[in-house]
T-cell receptor
Framework: GAGVSQSPSNKVTEKGKDVELRCDPI?????LYWYRQRLGQGLEFLIY????????KSGLPSDRFSAERTGESVSTLTIQRTQQEDSAVYLC??????????????FGPGTRLTVL | GDSVTQMEGPVTLSEEAFLTINCTYT??????LFWYVQYPGEGLQLLLK?????DKGSNKGFEATYRKETTSFHLEKGSVQVSDSAVYFC?????????FGKGTRLHILP
């Protein structure tokens, strides 16, 4: 596709349930990022993938959060035993490794998660 | 740690007014600096960037200059339009990730 896509666009779940959020980066982009945007707040970094490995998981807020990436393509962010404070928009971004464009991240439209 | 502070919104202006959104940063070394914009119902997109001191980034009539001495990267536009209504995020890069400010919501009245 032309841009980063994310699914679902909206997810409503009950407290305690597990959810999976999906990100399809731009084809050929080796780096992939997950961010969280709570209402009225800035973007919080969650995790970064270079290829299929995650050199930086420092932003994951708890062990209920995990992410994986396969085939240097799609990534899934899993939240187990969701809590109300997990309600937010989850944004995915990807970037190329091409010289001169190292820091331009391209963002998807986000998944709005609501935990009741 | 590294951080970005930007003026709180919302900022409301009339069409054709002059815009300034202040942004200051705290970082070791010399990070690249960015302004991202999020239009209503759309994803975040890069507006402009500057990679070293005294660089000026510009796009769509917006400008920002990397000021090392004041650790600032203020966003300016000489004459805003209704279509500029959006949320603007100042950001810096650190070790392959981007650190964002909290965002400033801009409303432009016709």
């Amino acid at each position: 596709g032309a841009g980063v896509s994310q699914s679902p666009s909206n997810k409503v779940t009950e407290k305690g349930k597990d959810v999976e959020l999906r990100c399809d980066p731009i084809s050929g982009h080796t780096a992939l990022y997950w961010y969280r945007q709570r209402l009225g707040q800035g973007l919080e970094f969650l995790i970064y993938f270079q290829g299929n490995s995650a050199p930086d998981k420092s932003g994951l807020p708890s062990d209920r959060f995990s992410a994986e990436r396969t085939g240097e393509s799609v990534s899934t962010l899993t939240i187990q035993r969701t809590q109300q404070e997990d309600s937010a928009v989850y944004l995915c971004a990807s970037r190329t490794s091409a010289t001169g464009k190292l820091h331009t991240q391209y963002f998807g439209p986000g998944t709005r998660l609501t935990v009741l | 740690g590294d951080s970005v502070t930007q003026m709180e919104g919302p900022v409301t202006l009339s069409e054709e007014a002059f815009l300034t959104i202040n942004c200051t940063y705290t970082a070791t070394g010399y990070p690249s600096l960015f302004w991202y914009v999020q239009y209503p119902g759309e994803g975040l997109q890069l507006l402009l960037k500057a990679t070293k001191a005294d660089d000026k980034g510009s796009n769509k009539g917006f400008e920002a200059t990397y000021r090392k001495e004041t650790t600032s990267f203020h966003l300016e536009k000489g004459s805003v339009q209704v279509s500029d209504s959006a949320v603007y995020f100042c950001a810096l890069n650190r070790d392959d990730k981007i650190i964002f400010g909290k965002g400033t919501r801009l409303h432009i009245l016709p």
